[in-house]
């Protein structure tokens, strides 16, 4: 998949515009072209291309972004996402054949105990050790950035006593310029059963750039020939990414796929919901069968999740940080 990201194209239906189209001309400088390797679970496969898509559009201004996707071929896909995949993504060996100002990395489904038994941990290496060369900057997202601090420098993820599930608040807690005007808060959706402990991520150098009290660690980067982005949170998640994981774990509860209700996201639902959800529990601890999904009760969300807007401004930063690179005349790079 390659299309053209054009802000002319915002308020319209569909909102991208396949490469080779009729476009307007670029206003904004030098094209950008980033890559999606887009490794997420088949449920949330289409969905993760829409919200980094619509991202990155909101994000560039009057700048053309080129956008690819790709996905790590050993990667276990559905007869289904993996028909997708090989229809409509790009080809991976395609990704060194072109220059990319920038990368987006997404983690996979766990499968193994360990993440370097994970069948797709030769390739996902493999796509670092080329990314630190051959990118201005590539972001590394939840379980992709936990598997790039593995390998990079043996960094172990710790196992969470409950699942980190919910909206954050997060406080930048130095000053750099991917989080210049972003707002205060940023209220961040986490979704992980691991974390990356701050004091093993800043005794082997990275920098640390917001937190969260509940959450931990939030954004952190360090530099080699490309500036690595890590979010252990998602901000690319729409308002409704988590209520479909809760669901998703109260269906594979009820089919008896899983042992544990699932908790309820943190500060999501409101107060209302909350209430109905927790009956709800009860009654499908004692009545534990598929069918009940059909009595969930309508949910609604808190007003004050503000789901986009810290991934707003973190990803215009970003994409002014490539721009620098793209801008600038070939003999100043």
């Known amino acids: 998949m390659t299309i053209l990201i054009d802000r002319d194209q915002l308020m319209s239906s569909p909102a991208l515009v396949p490469a080779g189209g009729d476009l307007a001309l670029d206003r904004g400088g030098a094209e950008l072209t980033i890559g999606l390797i887009n490794n997420m679970p088949d449920p949330a496969l289409k969905a993760t291309e829409r919200q980094f898509m619509r991202l990155l559009q909101a994000a560039a201004g009057p700048r053309r972004i080129r956008f690819h996707c790709f996905s790590l071929p050993s990667v276990k896909r559905s007869p289904e996402a ?62 992709a950035a936990h598997a790039a601090v593995l390998h990079l420098d043996r960094i172990e993820r710790r196992r969470l006593p409950a699942k980190c599930h919910g909206i954050f608040d997060c406080e930048a807690v130095t000053h750099d310029p991917l989080t210049r005007g972003a707002p205060t808060p940023l209220k961040v959706s986490h979704s992980r059963l691991n974390e990356i402990a701050e004091d093993d991520l800043v005794q082997a150098g990275y920098q640390v750039l917001t937190r969260s009290e509940e959450a931990g660690v ?44 699932p908790n309820l996201p943190v500060s999501y639902f409101d107060a209302a919901t909350e209430e109905k959800l927790a009956r709800f529990e009860k009654q499908a601890r004692h009545q534990r069968h598929p069918a009940l999904t059909n009595e969930l009760p309508a949910l609604n969300l808190r007003a004050d999740i503000a789901a986009g807007s810290a991934a707003a401004a973190l990803f215009r930063n970003w994409l002014q940080y490539l721009g620098a690179d793209a801008d600038a005349p070939v003999s100043a790079r």
């Open 82 to 143: 993996k028909w997708h995949v090989e229809n409509e993504y790009s080809d991976l060996a395609d990704l060194k054949r072109q220059r990319f100002n920038g990368l987006i990395v997404t983690g996979a489904e766990p499968v193994a105990p360990e993440l370097d038994q994970e069948p797709y941990w030769r390739d996902l290496t493999d796509l670092v050790d080329w990314a630190k060369v051959n990118t201005r900057s590539t972001i590394w997202s939840c379980l």
């Open 218 to 261: 939030d954004v952190f980067v360090r530099q080699y020939a490309s500036r690595f982005v890590f979010f252990q949170g998602h901000p690319e998640y729409d308002a409704l990414s988590l209520q479909r994981e809760y669901l998703r774990d109260i269906g594979r509860y009820l089919a008896r796929e899983r042992e544990t209700y």
